[in-house]
């Protein structure tokens, strides 16, 4: 059966409409949301307070450290090796590392960057929120200083403190005491 010419071209015209919706719908959805997509991509969940402690309340019987950082804080880079470091010497011995982004949701692809290029094997997230409740509700005595690092003993209980950036020799001195 041989179509008329009328006929091809309706049929093209009708595809061609049928593609550019799709090719539409398909930007409308990639440049939505795309942090979202981003963060997916990157493997760095968003999580909001309650979610962090109850990750770290998950570690029950291993000594956590639990690292605020973020990309845009020079402090927080210069120290992140040396967490790595910390967690490839001592995750045979009880040590977790999480590590939780302070980015905005659009720097999601300035985590995934770093991140590539340090490749850490703890768990790295991002923070749902960067305003001020967050640090609040994540604990009191802590106003946003960055780079920020809690460390808890393996019955959870909250060691120490820091909100201030550390050394390798001080990360370790924390950690020895409650691994031994």
């Given at each position: 059966m041989h179509k008329s010419r009328e006929q091809v071209m309706a049929e093209m015209k009708s595809m061609s409409k049928t593609s550019l919706n799709?090719?539409?719908?398909?930007?409308?959805?990639m440049f939505a949301s795309p942090p979202l997509i981003a963060a997916e991509a990157a493997g760095v969940k968003a999580l909001d307070s309650d979610q962090i402690k109850a990750v770290v309340g998950e570690q029950e019987g291993k000594v956590v450290v639990l690292?605020?950082?973020?990309?845009?804080?020079p402090p927080?880079?210069?120290?992140?090796?040396?967490?790595?470091?910390?967690?490839?010497?001592?995750?045979?011995?009880?040590?977790?590392?999480?590590?939780?982004?302070m980015n905005e949701p659009e720097e999601v692809e300035d985590i995934a960057e770093f991140l590539a290029e340090h490749k850490p094997r703890f768990?790295?997230?991002?923070?749902?929120?960067?305003?001020?409740?967050?640090?609040?509700?994540?604990?009191?005595?802590?106003?946003?200083?960055?780079?920020?690092?809690?460390?808890?003993?393996?019955t959870g209980k909250v060691i120490k403190m820091?909100?201030?950036?550390?050394?390798?020799?001080?990360?370790?001195?924390?950690?020895?005491?409650?691994?031994n």
């Open positions: 799709a090719i539409l719908a398909l930007l409308l959805v690292n605020f950082w973020a990309t845009w804080c927080c880079i210069k120290e992140f090796p040396d967490i790595i470091k910390l967690y490839d010497t001592y995750e045979s011995q009880g040590l977790q590392v999480i590590a939780v982004s768990p790295v997230y991002r923070a749902a929120s960067t305003e001020e409740e967050f640090y609040a509700d994540f604990d009191e005595k802590w106003w946003g200083e960055m780079p920020m690092t809690m460390i808890y003993d393996k820091h909100k201030k950036p550390l050394t390798y020799e001080e990360f370790e001195q924390d950690v020895k005491a409650l691994i």
